[in-house]
């Protein structure tokens, strides 16, 4: 079967012929590709075209597509058993990396992906603080748990609307959307209700508005009101935990969140996530306390082992200061390439993760960055294809590096680069 054929199969068996949304392509048009297999920094289709890619299974490959070590890892693990629902010991392996790594994570409980993990903190969250009510920000993901699935209007506060069909309003009516970096909005909205919210949640790096950096001050300002008033900062840490650095972005920002989510990097391409933080919330969860949760293959063995060996390569020393190296050089690049062609382009970036964003306003909030071009994002996106470059599908997700894009495939990658913003410029 061609790709096309695969397609149209997948069409009449999956809803939008894939298994999460954004992969169908709908964004940027044309059909999805049909992906035969990846090696380091590259993805071939069925067709056999290879791309560089920079997707990255959206964000957990950071050493590229199959990494040896990760490889010899895993398979040494899964010989000996795929799943056992019981303790093991690679399990502490990891888990003890984390806490060491992550500053906010005295202890841990692992699931099978950031969307559980985020559930289950909000849950946790809810029942240590006694109250119901969650403040996130506009354009913030956390997964397509009911609660956290709501509408993000703009401007001022939303109370309440879900941004899914068959998300009951009665869920969502105490889930409180607030503008991203609005320091004053934040400030003004925990003075007046601050009382009744069980926690905050936030990306410390918004990745999927597109990625968006936070000012220091509203960083800041979440911790302080969140701790003035009795109510849990949760830090969703899932794209930007060992992303930005070995640990993650309350590492580098000195954020003390009370409860932490991971997942994405730390399952190595393997389906992981994790919840964590102070000691005294998390003897909460069950079997030690009230607040049930539980996982058939949380913490398996295979899943665990890639982590591991995920993680345990990215301790190599200057790996990391690499990483932002060439991040810079492919960031940069492409404002030059885009500034000499006269196309407006604002490239958001925080080391190995970035958004170009079509647009000639600074992209700072949810409502700045739909004001791109999603149109000439399209065409755009065509273009790069065309010329061998695996792209997010849309203009609202993160393109991202792993340590396989050195030097040689970032500069083939802005040769490419150059070419596609070309073609586009011709037709915009
Ligand atoms: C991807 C993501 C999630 C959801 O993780 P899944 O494993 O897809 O369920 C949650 N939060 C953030 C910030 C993410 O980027």
């Given at each position: 079967m061609n790709s096309e054929e695969i397609y149209r199969k997948a069409c009449g068996m999956f809803p939008g012929g894939?298994?999460?949304?954004?992969?169908?392509?709908k964004a940027v048009g044309g059909h999805p590709p049909v992906i035969r297999q990846g090696k380091g920094p590259f993805i071939t289709d069925i067709e056999g075209r290879e791309y560089i890619d920079f997707v990255l299974s959206f964000g957990p490959l950071i050493l590229g597509h199959a990494d040896p070590d990760v490889l010899a890892h895993l398979t040494e693990t899964a010989?000996?058993?795929?799943?056992?629902g019981a303790l093991s010991e690679v399990e502490i392996q990891l888990g003890e990396l984390l806490t060491r790594a992550v500053?906010?994570?005295?202890r841990i409980r692992f699931v099978n992906s950031g969307t559980e993990a985020a559930m289950s903190a909000l849950r946790l969250a809810r029942a240590f603080t006694g109250r119901t009510r969650i403040v996130k920000f506009s354009g913030?993901?956390?997964?397509?748990s009911d609660s956290l699935l709501v509408k993000a209007g703009s401007g001022g506060a939303t109370f309440g609307?879900?941004?899914?069909?068959?998300?009951?309003e009665s869920v969502v009516k105490d889930t409180i959307s607030l503008p991203y970096n609005d320091t004053e909005a934040l400030k003004d909205f925990f003075s007046r209700e601050?009382?009744?919210?069980?926690a905050l949640i936030l990306e410390?790096?918004?990745?999927?508005?597109g990625v968006v950096l936070p000012d220091e001050e509203f960083l800041i300002a979440a911790r302080n009101v969140t701790d003035e008033n009795g109510a849990l900062l949760i830090a969703?840490?899932?794209?930007?935990g060992f992303r930005l650095?070995?640990?993650?972005a309350q590492v580098l920002f000195g954020l003390e969140p009370d409860l932490t989510l991971l997942g994405k990097i730390i399952g190595g391409g393997m389906p992981v996530g994790a919840y964590g933080g102070r000691a005294d919330i998390m003897k909460m969860v069950a079997p030690e306390g009230p607040v049930y949760q539980a996982g058939t293959?949380?913490?398996n063995p295979v899943a665990m082992a890639a982590g591991l060996a995920t993680l345990n390569k990215l301790r190599t020393p200057g790996l990391y200061s690499l990483l932002e190296e060439k991040s810079r050089i492919l960031g940069d690049g492409i404002v030059s390439i885009a500034r000499s062609l006269g196309l407006p382009l604002k490239v958001n970036r925080m080391g190995s993760m970035m958004t170009f964003f079509f647009s000639n306003k600074p992209v700072r909030d949810l409502e700045s960055a739909e004001h791109s071009d999603t149109r000439l994002f399209s065409i755009f996106h065509q273009e790069a294809r065309k010329e061998g470059l695996l792209l997010?599908?849309?203009?609202?997700e993160a393109l991202f590096l792993s340590t396989c894009h050195d030097d040689k495939i970032v500069n083939l990658a802005l040769e490419r680069f150059k070419k596609a913003f070309e073609s586009t410029r011709s037709q915009a």
């Amino acid at each position: 079967m061609n790709s096309e054929e695969i397609y149209r199969k997948a069409c009449g068996m999956f809803p939008g012929g894939v298994s999460s949304p954004v992969r169908a392509y709908k964004a940027v048009g044309g059909h999805p590709p049909v992906i035969r297999q990846g090696k380091g920094p590259f993805i071939t289709d069925i067709e056999g075209r290879e791309y560089i890619d920079f997707v990255l299974s959206f964000g957990p490959l950071i050493l590229g597509h199959a990494d040896p070590d990760v490889l010899a890892h895993l398979t040494e693990t899964a010989t000996k058993g795929l799943s056992f629902g019981a303790l093991s010991e690679v399990e502490i392996q990891l888990g003890e990396l984390l806490t060491r790594a992550v500053p906010g994570l005295e202890r841990i409980r692992f699931v099978n992906s950031g969307t559980e993990a985020a559930m289950s903190a909000l849950r946790l969250a809810r029942a240590f603080t006694g109250r119901t009510r969650i403040v996130k920000f506009s354009g913030g993901y956390h997964g397509h748990s009911d609660s956290l699935l709501v509408k993000a209007g703009s401007g001022g506060a939303t109370f309440g609307i879900p941004t899914s069909a068959g998300v009951p309003e009665s869920v969502v009516k105490d889930t409180i959307s607030l503008p991203y970096n609005d320091t004053e909005a934040l400030k003004d909205f925990f003075s007046r209700e601050g009382k009744t919210v069980a926690a905050l949640i936030l990306e410390p790096v918004a990745g999927n508005m597109g990625v968006v950096l936070p000012d220091e001050e509203f960083l800041i300002a979440a911790r302080n009101v969140t701790d003035e008033n009795g109510a849990l900062l949760i830090a969703d840490e899932v794209i930007t935990g060992f992303r930005l650095t070995y640990g993650g972005a309350q590492v580098l920002f000195g954020l003390e969140p009370d409860l932490t989510l991971l997942g994405k990097i730390i399952g190595g391409g393997m389906p992981v996530g994790a919840y964590g933080g102070r000691a005294d919330i998390m003897k909460m969860v069950a079997p030690e306390g009230p607040v049930y949760q539980a996982g058939t293959l949380s913490g398996n063995p295979v899943a665990m082992a890639a982590g591991l060996a995920t993680l345990n390569k990215l301790r190599t020393p200057g790996l990391y200061s690499l990483l932002e190296e060439k991040s810079r050089i492919l960031g940069d690049g492409i404002v030059s390439i885009a500034r000499s062609l006269g196309l407006p382009l604002k490239v958001n970036r925080m080391g190995s993760m970035m958004t170009f964003f079509f647009s000639n306003k600074p992209v700072r909030d949810l409502e700045s960055a739909e004001h791109s071009d999603t149109r000439l994002f399209s065409i755009f996106h065509q273009e790069a294809r065309k010329e061998g470059l695996l792209l997010p599908p849309s203009q609202f997700e993160a393109l991202f590096l792993s340590t396989c894009h050195d030097d040689k495939i970032v500069n083939l990658a802005l040769e490419r680069f150059k070419k596609a913003f070309e073609s586009t410029r011709s037709q915009a």
